[in-house]
């Protein structure tokens, strides 16, 4: 078992910045890829960034690209989503998850483990 809180979430104004954070426990965290994923209100959850287990591949939504870096310490068994430039349309709960994979896939189906969700607000 993985267990996995996300922490950062927040209301922020159009064009500032977040920085999410997932701390993981209960496995070796560097086993893991790890993926963000977000959900808005009445719409279906969907992958924004992954990355791999030793942090040397990214995978991005073309939506974020270039606005949010997704990383990892595993000598914290944590992983970050640094959102900038953040627009309304960002606005969603946003959730980590751990892949028992070394590649970082965007299908949710594929991740095993997932935390509770953040809330992320953007106003314009």
């Known amino acids: 078992q993985v267990q996995l809180v996300e922490s950062g979430g927040g209301l922020v104004q159009a064009g500032g910045s977040l920085r999410l954070s997932c701390a993981a426990s209960?496995?070796?965290?560097?086993?893991?890829?790890m993926g963000w994923f977000r959900q808005a209100p009445g719409k279906e959850r969907e992958f924004v960034a992954a990355i791999s287990w030793r942090g040397g591949t990214t995978n991005y939504i073309d939506s974020v690209k270039g606005r949010f870096t997704i990383s990892r310490d595993n000598a914290k068994n944590t992983v970050y989503l640094q959102m900038n430039s953040l627009k309304p349309e960002d606005t969603a709960v946003y959730y980590c998850?751990?892949?028992?994979?070394?590649?970082?896939?965007?299908?949710?189906?594929?991740?095993?483990?997932w935390g509770q969700g953040t809330q992320v607000t953007v106003s314009s």
């Open positions: 209960g496995r070796t965290f560097s086993n893991y890829a």
């Open positions: 998850a751990a892949r028992g994979r070394s590649y970082p896939v965007t299908a949710p189906e594929e991740y095993s483990y």
